[in-house]
């Protein structure tokens, strides 16, 4: 058993951090849209597959909203 190992985090893990930072910060308010995927992918220069997942992670965590057609949002 590695109990003792610490892991190298994930570009995913490092996105979501980074997008929690923002939203504490208040460089993203609550109900606010965030900006696109692209423009997410070009500003933290990552995939777009990593992106959806870590978006996928806050999501599930209930830090932010997608809306089918509207886009994606901070929750409240």
Known sequence: MNSG??????VV????????????SGAFKPGERLPSERKLCETF?????????????LEYNGIIETRKGSGTYICK
């Not at 190992?5 to 994930?10: A, E, N, Q, Y």
């Not at 893990?13 to 504490?24: G, H, T």
């Open 13 to 24: 893990y490092e996105i979501v951090d980074r997008l929690i930072a923002l939203i504490q």
């Open 45 to 57: 220069q990552v995939s777009r597959s990593s992106l959806r997942t870590a978006l996928q992670q």
């Open 5 to 10: 190992v610490i892991k190298k985090k994930t």
